[in-house]
């Protein structure tokens, strides 16, 4: 017999693209979360919301794979020992995360987006039902955020954005609530009140609903201007453009989806570019492990010579022991010798 179903809350989307404030929100409407959490920093003061150990995983899992955040990753990757593993420790700490929270419950980290195949598996196997809200904001501001605490390239963040989009998108098949991050400056209260509906918080938040908006959502988290960048990357431009159409859960998909695919068919255009990226990635990566044997082959052998000269030095002052005993049992036989005589 299954566990009876449990709805989790799946907050999707790029960095610096309002996630957090998401997460935030849902929190005061209701929604539990992990204890575990990362603890806020100069760059995020009121949180991530992200859990410390998905966390670990997900980036094991990167390295494990030789992915990289700005490229799609390798053909069934969903299939190897690193991805079984990975997803063995999640299902250990969503149902820990489960077996602890009552009710409605809700994760976030930006490379959800990416491993969303693993994660729906994993839903399956608990009897999960996900609602996904994908957080939305304009590419300009995040690449200018993201250069401003991070000091990241700005054609790297573009890419980020854009696969993190497009993975949770198509992953989703569009079947998300879409928050834009400028719509909690213009009218918070209307995306508040559809997110509880979309996420089921409503039938149990009994709160003033102004009240925690005006808790929540502060007048500088909105200062950075898109004028700040002009996005250089086309499809990136695509992309938004269309999502600029969409909000809540009540929105073309097929368009929307039509335009997900026209972008997979443009990175597709590069495909034996980042293919060529990976094998060269790949062959670093045996470079790297090479040397890092020879390396520790070195260690080895130093530790050796160390202990035989070790070694050689209690010989020699053994050696020197024994030499000094023979000494004195000489000394003692000629004692002998000569006591005999007399």
């Known amino acids: 017999m299954r566990n009876a179903t449990r709805k989790v809350v799946v907050v999707l989307g790029s960095g610096r693209s309002g996630t957090s404030l998401l997460m935030q929100i ?3 409407l209701g929604m539990g979360v992990s204890s575990d959490l ?25 390295s494990c794979l030789g992915g990289s955040v700005t490229l799609p990753l390798p053909a069934n990757w969903l299939d190897t020992d690193c991805a079984r593993e990975a ?25 959800i987006s990416t491993f969303l195949p693993l994660w729906l598996r994993l839903f399956n196997s608990l009897n999960v039902v996900p609602k996904f809200i994908l957080a939305v904001r304009e590419p300009a501001c995040v690449v200018s955020s993201f250069v401003r605490h991070y000091n990241n390239s700005a054609d790297r963040v573009e890419l ?11 992953y989703t098949a569009g079947d998300c609530f879409i928050a834009h991050y400028e719509d909690w400056f213009s009218n918070s209260f209307l ?8 996420t089921g918080l409503n039938k149990n938040f009994g709160g003033d609903l102004s009240e925690v908006l005006a808790d929540t959502i502060k007048g500088n988290l909105s200062h950075v201007r898109p004028d700040e960048y002009a996005i250089q990357n086309p499809i990136v431009a695509k992309l938004y453009s269309a999502l600029q159409k969409c909000r809540g859960d009540d929105f073309d998909r097929e368009e929307v989806m039509f335009v997900v695919k026209e972008c997979r068919r443009s990175i597709e ?3 034996d ?23 520790n082959e070195k260690n080895q052998l130093q530790k050796f010579h160390a202990e035989l000269k070790e070694e050689n030095r209690l010989m020699r002052k053994e050696n020197q022991r024994l030499q000094g005993l023979a000494g004195e049992i000489e000394k003692l036989s000629l004692a002998i010798r000569h006591f005999e005589k007399h």
Not at 49 to 58: A, F, K, N, R, V
Not at 89 to 111: C, S, T, Y
Request: with cysteine; glycine share 4%.
């Open 26 to 28: 849902l929190v005061r």
């Open 269 to 271: 255009g590069f495909k």
């Open 87 to 111: 997803r063995a420790k999640l299902e250990q700490i969503l149902k820990k995360f489960l077996a602890e929270q009552p009710g409605i419950v809700g994760i976030k980290d930006p490379r």
């Open 191 to 198: 995306n508040a009140k559809n997110l509880l509906c979309y």
């Open 38 to 62: 990362v603890p806020a920093n100069a760059s995020n003061t009121e949180g991530f919301y992200e859990h410390i150990d998905t966390i670990d995983i997900h980036q094991e899992l990167f």
């Open 160 to 170: 980020v954005w854009l696969l993190r989009m497009l993975d949770a998108l198509e």
């Open 273 to 295: 570019w980042y293919l060529a990226s990976y094998q060269s990635k790949a062959k670093l990566q045996n470079i790297e492990n090479l040397l890092t044997q020879v390396k």
